[in-house]
């Protein structure tokens, strides 16, 4: 609550929009495993890979907005990189170094299953990508966004105790 507060207060308009979605998705493993019994921590890699998430899902949710932003003067990290850079790099970018960290960040050999979500998060990425480049207002660079979290999301599910 206090990361959208700050967001809605001021840092949406400056470089570091990026910082409430990065701090407020980063905590989300920590909610799983603070309610546990014994209540611990997560992994460092838990909380790279939820922040990595959220600085994505920044990018991509502003995207629809980036003209109405600009005209308004909120410039933030978004605005400032542009919509064709926002989307189609770095988004997709930070997307799969998240989706990296999930398929290593656990330890031990990642088996066919996490690999396999790993390879379908390049592809989706890629396709994403290349649709966000062509067309940066388009609503399936969201759409795919969304597909690649909740494969990154089942497979950070799946680590389990090593969360």
Known sequence: MLCGWAYNLGLKSTVLSWLPYAIAFGMLPAVTTLSASPSRWPAAW?????????????????????????????????????????????????????????????????????????????????????????????RMFFLTTILIVALNLVFLARSGTRL
């Open 46 to 138: 838990a909380l790279i890979a939820g922040a990595l998430i959220g600085v994505a899902a920044h990018l991509a949710n502003v995207l629809p907005d980036l003209r109405e932003d600009v005209a308004n003067g909120v410039r933030g990290l978004p605005r400032r990189l542009g919509a064709k850079a926002a989307t189609a790099l770095t988004a997709a970018g930070i997307l799969l170094t998240g989706s990296a960290v999930i398929l290593f960040g656990p330890g031990g050999q990642p088996g066919l299953w996490r690999w396999t979500g790993f390879i379908v998060a390049v592809l989706v990425a890629g396709a994403a990508a290349t649709i966000a480049y062509r067309n940066p207002s388009s």
